[in-house]
């Protein structure tokens, strides 16, 4: 592409062979609606369901494909992160590939931006198709996010937004390994609103962020900006010294009375494992925050590209 693409699309992909070729079809048709120019950064984060070959020949048949191919599976966040690096655009815009983001809600975040915001989010005011515990879950983690971070993430959101090529510069500027994009992008400030929609039943495929995934995600916004663990960890000191000093009174007065209650291993056995879950649960959360500092001290690249020279040319 000769001319400056005025938007930049990433999506990050994780074997999402069924959904390759109607997103690239989705975002075509909904781009050539702005009449201006336009690449796509496909981001494969280490596929192994031929989502790569696919990605390489949608770039062989439309140049505005710019394939970012990983070495390994690094994580939908740093896939994220690699697309704006590669990207070039005026406003670039992130969406998921399971289509449970309807691309045509770009035209809306691209409105927006030609307002003069320079952050536009996307609002889910509904979600189709998931379970009440992901909804519960997702739900109590907004809310949580929002009580405890120094910064205020806007409720029911995803990395489904529009970032100004100022914003996009800030970001790249910023290499933490833990990271939480959609509280990043609130950090750095700057003019922001949302976009309400309905967000759609994945097309195909399984999801990506199971369990397991959702609580270290939730652990890298928590830790990533916030101290409230730290804080936990303190109050948590100060309850079991002061239920440790009330028994201390209760035990005397009840010896004076002649009570046989607290005699016996029982109460020291219950002391002694309390006070022994407060200490693993301290030292555990000091364990994280310093875990991240060895991360980041070690200087490692956030990802390894094994091809990227069809975005650099």
Request: proline residues 3%; contains cysteine.
């Amino acid at each position: 592409m000769k001319n400056k693409p005025t938007y930049t699309i990433i999506a990050p992909i994780y074997n999402e062979i069924d959904n390759i070729q109607l997103l690239y079809t989705r975002i075509s048709e909904v781009m050539a609606q702005t009449g201006e120019p336009w690449e796509f950064v496909m981001v494969d984060d280490g596929s192994s369901d031929g989502s790569t070959e696919a990605i390489l020949e949608l770039k062989a048949q439309d140049d505005k494909v710019k394939p970012v191919i990983f070495a390994r599976n690094f994580g939908h966040q740093i896939a994220v992160t690699a697309g704006l690096d590669y990207s070039k655009g005026d406003a670039v815009i992130i969406i998921d590939a399971d289509l449970q983001d309807p691309p045509e809600v770009i035209l809306d975040l691209i409105q927006k931006w030609k307002e003069g915001f320079e952050v536009v989010y996307a609002v889910r005011s509904k979600r189709v198709g998931e379970t009440w515990f992901k909804l519960f879950t997702a739900s109590a983690f907004y809310r949580l996010i929002q009580r405890i971070t120094d910064v205020n993430i806007p409720m029911d959101t995803g990395d489904f937004r529009l970032l100004d090529r100022k914003v996009v510069q800030v970001l790249n500027g910023m290499r933490e390994k833990h990271r939480f994009l959609r509280g990043m992008s609130v950090w750095v400030g700057f003019k922001q609103t949302g976009v309400e929609y309905e967000r759609a039943e994945r097309f195909a495929g399984e999801t990506k962020y199971p369990l397991k995934k959702m609580i270290r995600f939730a652990s890298d916004a928590i830790t990533g900006f916030s101290y409230f663990p730290l804080q936990l960890a303190m109050y948590l000191g100060f309850i079991s010294t002061g239920i440790s000093i009330i028994s201390i009174l209760v035990v005397l007065v009840l010896c004076l009375a002649g009570s046989q209650a607290f005699f016996g291993q029982a109460t020291t056995l219950i002391a002694v494992l309390f006070l022994g879950g407060v200490q693993l649960i301290s030292i555990g959360l000091l364990g994280e925050y310093i875990g991240r500092l060895y991360d980041e001290a070690k200087g490692r690249p956030l990802y390894i590209t094994r091809e990227n020279m069809e975005v650099e040319g």
